[in-house]
């Protein structure tokens, strides 16, 4: 079925589609992000995603894995995003797959000090099995 603006959850299947990105929301209870491959995200992108999230799990605290394998940088304030709603996130794992993703995202975390616990992987095995400790 096709998504629309005012209804982005496609119907059964709880995913949320976005032009940018795809969220669906575990069994577990850990909701995924994944980013369209090589695309850079906004502010706007950033607030569509936190919102989808809202929408997606009722308001509920739950712990988010972002899938970045394949993305661009972000600007300051795009990051920043990422944690004004510290309501909807018990902890948070980002995927990056390089060298400098790693250095940029520690960078961050070390500046923005978010206020739920946050990591970086190389492989979402490792952080699927992080966040299971932040479920419930």
């Known amino acids: 079925m096709i998504s629309t603006i005012e209804d982005p959850v496609e119907q059964g299947t709880g995913v949320i589609t976005h032009p ?45 894995l972002v899938n970045m394998l394949d993305t661009g940088p972000q600007d300051r304030k795009t990051r920043a995003e990422w944690t004004r709603r510290s309501d909807l996130l018990s902890a948070v794992a980002l995927v990056v797959s390089t060298p400098l993703s790693r250095v940029v995202g520690n960078l961050f975390l070390t500046v923005m000090r978010p206020p739920f616990p946050v990591r970086l992987f190389d492989n979402e095995a490792s952080a699927l099995t992080w966040l299971e400790g932040f479920v419930g």
């Open 20 to 64: 940018k990105f795809r969220m669906w929301w575990r069994p577990d209870g850990i909701v995924v992000v994944v980013w369209v491959p090589r695309i850079t995200a906004s502010l706007e992108d950033a607030t569509a995603c936190v919102e989808a999230m809202a929408r997606l799990t009722g308001g509920r605290r739950c712990p988010l």
